[in-house]
T-cell receptor, first 117, second 111 residues
Framework: GAVVSQHPSWVICKSGTSVKIECRSL??????MFWYRQFPKQSLMLMAT?????????EQGVEKDKFLINHASLTLSTLTVTSAHPEDSSFYIC?????????????FGEGSRLTVL | DAKTTQPPSMDCAEGRAANLPCNHS???????VYWYRQIHSQGPQYIIH???NNETNEMASLIITEDRKSSTLILPHATLRDTAVYYC????????????FGDGTTLTVKP
């Protein structure tokens, strides 16, 4: 079964509103989670690394004020797309790996499809 | 920049073996090779990983060259459901190491 889960699976919102996407690790504590964005027919693009209890680390070109990441607990990271616009429409995916005793395997969420009207 | 390069697409006949190559010439000594696949509108699914020895599980086999600069994922008997985008990535075996994805290989299994 899934060990990383995202919610919602899909969301439609109006331009200018903010949308929050949740990523949960279901059977392990994840001190680090990763957020990706994927446009149609393209690969996954790493947006940021979410660190529990500290600020997220954003990849070059990703606006930290636009994509707010909060990792307040060891099992939950949230991505908030603020003042969303149609160009933010995309497939957002999170991942995490077990902190200890694992092999570094990344577990991915099911993805969240955002459509901004 | 992605640390791996893969051919953009491949076809395979149903029931035949699918061999998907990946180049990772800049791989570090402590980095593993991981393979994932993604079916449309889903999160990537783990397939297999290895460090330097060849590996096999119920889904696939992984062949890593001795110099570790390339690898091949083998699906021994491809089915139509194996049609997907396949990604290889390199990553250290810690939870904090980030991974960037290349463009992957779109495998189309044909009847």
């Amino acid at each position: 079964g899934a060990v990383v889960s995202q919610h919602p699976s899909w969301v439609i919102c109006k331009s200018g509103t903010s949308v929050k996407i949740e990523c949960r690790s279901l059977d392990f504590q994840a001190t680090t989670m990763f957020w990706y964005r994927q446009f149609p027919k393209q690969s996954l693009m790493l947006m940021a690394t979410s660190n529990e209890g500290s600020k997220a680390t954003y990849e070059q070109g990703v606006e930290k004020d636009k994509f707010l990441i909060n990792h307040a607990s060891l099992t939950l990271s949230t991505l908030t797309v603020t003042s969303a616009h149609p160009e933010d429409s995309s497939f957002y995916i999170c991942s995490a790996s077990r902190p200890t005793g694992g092999t570094g395997e990344l577990f991915f969420g099911e993805g969240s499809r955002l459509t901004v009207l | 920049d992605a640390k791996t390069t893969q051919p953009p697409s491949m076809d395979c006949a149903e029931g035949r073996a699918a061999n998907l190559p990946c180049n990772h010439s800049t791989i570090s000594g402590n980095e593993y090779v991981y393979w994932y696949r993604q079916i449309h509108s889903q999160g990537p699914q783990y397939i297999i990983h290895g460090l330097k020895n060849n590996e096999t599980n119920e889904m696939a086999s992984l062949i890593i060259t001795e110099d570790r600069k390339s690898s091949t994922l083998i699906l021994p008997h491809a089915t139509l459901r194996d049609t997907a985008v396949y990604y290889c990535i390199v990553r250290g075996n810690t939870n904090a190491g980030k991974s960037t994805f290349g463009d992957g290989t779109t495998l189309t299994v044909k009847p």
